[in-house]
């Protein structure tokens, strides 16, 4: 299956989506799984995963039903209270629904750079592993050192790294973004995705040319059989339409065999995610 690991969905509302600014005004609509089901239909794409883009069990009970009713919907990344006492009951609720592949928490917002080494957050995200689920980590940059140490603190938990870390694309920067990535590389426990690139640059005038190096050190520290292709669409859509990104990655995968493909466009995120 081709597989895109990361996109939206959503009932727009500016009081449930406060983070669509006046510079995303284009995102300020509804995108439901109709609208996505044409445009991967037009790419080759088999399958997506629907990822949480608000911080309620509501989001991640109505992402659930949109894929109960959607087969091209493989998986699930939602949402759990992961710091309160009644985390494990949350998760096994949503859990019995085989759809739900991972959880995630906006962590990138958090004003704590440290937010995610706090012991209530680590005692729920300990929890996953009995259930099978993977956690994402969605995080700046700055955030990647405390990001590898949490890591090490789970070594039987799976992690997927959201949109490459989000590295300072717009202002050309790619240290210390690339040693962090390296470091965390490491650990055979952590995926990371090709997604979300075209945003952390102007939206304006981002070029192949420039995002080309952070592509490059993804592909040399995780290698194809680690990486997945996501699209962050709606959000893609400030800067770059969904078939632009898809060639774009398509491009920058060239180089590699066609075996090694099939993992970056599908594979892994089946692997990662457990997908069928």
């Known amino acids: 299956m081709k597989i895109d690991s990361h996109h939206h969905f959503w009932k727009y509302s500016a009081e449930e989506y406060p983070w669509i600014g006046d510079s995303m005004a284009a995102l300020r609509r509804d995108f439901l799984p109709a609208h996505l089901k044409a445009e991967i239909a ?5 399958g997506v995963v629907s990822v949480q883009a608000r911080q309620t069990v509501g989001e ?61 957050f680590n005692r729920g995200v300990s929890v996953l592993k009995d259930f099978g689920l993977v956690y994402d980590i969605l995080i700046f940059e700055r955030q990647l050192a405390a990001s590898i140490e949490f890591v090490d603190r789970h070594p039987q938990q799976v992690f997927v790294l959201d949109h490459i870390a989000k590295p300072r694309i717009g ?27 075209v945003t952390e640059a102007d939206w304006k005038t981002w070029s192949e040319k420039q995002l080309r190096p952070y592509f490059d050190v993804v592909i040399e520290a995780f290698g194809p059989r680690r990486l997945m292709f996501g699209t962050d669409w709606p959000v893609c859509l400030a800067a770059s339409g969904y078939a632009r990104w898809v060639d774009v990655v398509r491009k920058f995968a060239s180089g590699i065999s066609a075996e090694e493909q099939e993992w970056l466009f599908g594979k ?4 990662a995610y457990g997908l069928t």
């Open 42 to 46: 037009a790419l080759g794409i088999d």
């Open 60 to 120: 991640t009970e109505w992402l659930l039903s949109l894929a109960d009713g959607n087969d091209f919907i493989k998986g699930v990344v939602g949402w759990v209270p992961l710091a309160e006492p009644g985390v494990r009951d949350a998760v096994a609720k949503f859990a019995a629904n085989p759809k739900l592949r991972a959880v995630r928490h906006v962590v990138q917002d958090e004003p704590d750079d440290r937010f995610i080494l706090g012991a209530d």
């Open 171 to 197: 202002d050309n920067a790619i240290e210390p973004w690339r040693a962090n990535i390296r470091e965390l590389a490491r650990r055979p426990n952590v995926f990371c995705k090709v997604s979300g690139m």
């Open 268 to 271: 892994t995120a089946v692997l």
